[in-house]
């Protein structure tokens, strides 16, 4: 049942009485949840992680710490002091976080593989998996044939210059076309390419003239990703809280504005509307 506020009527002062089993459950919910006057501290505090402010929704990984206020998978490692900026670990490999953007929800990252190559070849596609995370408008993808049997013999003209900085196996070369050019309608797949890998990267960087000498600093400069709110996350936000999780046990935790805790799906978690609360009697 909804908890709803009752006209009190004028009493004696100091006149104790029965408590019904709702307003029981009330003063419990009360104890339980606490009242304080700011979000806990490892919940509303800025941190400098490795020359990058971390802040919510993304958390600094601390192994010996229970529990984590952030979105999960935003945890960023800042543990070595060999690392020139913190780590963010996605499904397929690891990345440099080199600036957050909290205004305009973006991050830049780098590719950890290409940061000490002078011809980096990139290893892996990107994936986001299940992260709420998306492509900025200003990314664009490269991608790589990797030992490639083509020749000009039987095939239409190649529309791009090999990659000579690769190493590749003896009669294979290696090629990489730029998004939205005519050199992505060839026919490589006649080619015969051992490996085919694509790598996002700015668009500022990179042009379909200068590509071959520009693709490597242009994955070292790194590329765009939007951040939005989790799906689990919307409705602990929605009433002014900070989603976190307990490192234990991996439970969800939504953390309030007035010091309380929740666990647990809800759409009350950090409501101060009384009448709002479903407390059953």
């Not at 960023?76 to 929800?105: A, F, M, Q, R």
């Not at 490639?148 to 076309?177: F, R």
Request: charged share 15%; with cysteine; hydrophobic share 30%.
């Amino acid at each position: 049942m909804l908890y709803h506020k009752q006209t009190m009527t004028q009493d004696p002062p100091f006149r104790f009485l029965p408590l019904s089993c709702t307003s029981c459950l009330f003063l419990l919910f009360v104890f339980f949840y606490g009242v304080e006057s700011s979000f806990p501290s490892y919940c509303s505090s800025d941190v400098a992680c490795n020359g990058v402010r971390i802040s919510y929704p993304f958390w600094k990984i601390d192994h010996g710490s229970d529990i984590s206020c952030g979105y999960q998978g935003f945890g960023l490692s800042c543990s070595s002091s060999n690392d020139t900026y913190p780590i963010l670990t996605l499904p397929n490999d690891s990345y440099y976080v080199k600036d957050i953007n909290y205004s305009t929800g973006s991050l830049t990252l780098v590719d950890i593989d290409v940061v000490e190559q002078s011809c980096p070849r990139a290893k892996h596609n990107f994936s986001i998996n299940s992260l709420p995370l998306d492509y900025h408008s200003d990314d664009v993808n490269l991608t790589f044939y990797f030992n490639c049997s083509i020749t000009s013999t039987g095939y239409d003209t190649l529309p791009v210059d090999p990659i000579d900085c690769l190493v590749n196996s003896p009669g294979k070369t290696s090629y990489v076309v730029l998004e939205g050019t005519p050199a992505e309608q060839y026919n490589w797949a006649a080619g015969a390419c051992d490996e085919v890998v694509v790598a996002t990267v700015k668009k500022t960087e990179v042009s379909e003239t200068d590509l071959i000498s520009k693709f490597s600093e242009a994955m070292k400069t790194g590329f765009l990703l939007l951040y939005d709110t989790t799906k689990d996350c919307g409705a602990c936000e929605f009433t002014h809280g900070r989603c976190g999780l307990d490192n234990r046990t991996g439970q969800f935790l939504c953390f309030c504005d007035n010091g309380s805790i929740h666990a647990n799906g809800s759409n009350t978690y950090c409501t101060t509307d009384l009448s709002k609360i479903d407390i059953e009697s």
